[in-house]
């Protein structure tokens, strides 16, 4: 872990409210890991004490990306585009790419996004297939396609009604056979309710298959506050050092 001051260089609102702010961080760019964060000063003064987790967005040679949302209160505000963001990272550990895999699947709901662009662009540079559902209850907050490489395959999917909700599980479900693994980035109850499926059907339930992002009550971000400790089948796990990428099989 490293502290390091990056001079903000580009931003996007790339939903309404929501922005893709860059940074020039090339030591933190060389270290990261897709599904890694950093924990980033709130403002010039320690009020509040505690830095918010902000995941990295996208991982470039010499900068780095994340995606922030004005209506998130308890996360990073959207810098303006002078400003110089003091971060601490990358921290956490992040997805992990089986060097045999062909086909990748990633779920995002909403925000979700936010962690899982850098690993679908590790995933395309080592000529791995990514297909990425996208679900949300509102139009606007459906990533856009355009944004993304176009080697990805994109479907999204508005989710806003029991039926609606059943039918994308059953859709998610069928697809699993077809992919090497799952990443997924939610809201805690949409991991538990498919993973309570998966973990159903003897052929579909083994460790490994599902990744969590789950960055669910990070406080420090080192370990040291033990407020975002995670009951798994292995005991107790911190979000912050031993995740925030966790399997799925140990979740649930």
Known sequence: MIRFLAPVTARLEVMPGVWQVHAR?????RAAQPGQFVMALRGASFDPYLRAAVPLHKIGAEHVAFLLDEQDQAGLAVPALDATLDLLG?????FTLDPAAQHLLLVAQEMGIAPLLALAEQALARNVKVTLFALSARQERLYPPELLPVEIEYRAFLVREEA?????????????PLTDGVCLASAEALYRRLGARIMADPVRRRAGLVQVWNPERIGCGMGLCLTCVTQTRQGP???CTDGPVLDLYDLV
Do not use: K, N, Y
Request: charged share 25%; net charge negative; hydrophobic share 45%.
């Open 90 to 94: 990358p921290l956490g550990h992040g």
């Open 25 to 29: 961080a090339p030591e933190v760019a």
């Open 164 to 176: 609606e909700s059943a039918a994308f599980d059953r859709v998610l479900l069928e697809a699993l």
């Open 237 to 239: 796990r911190r979000t």
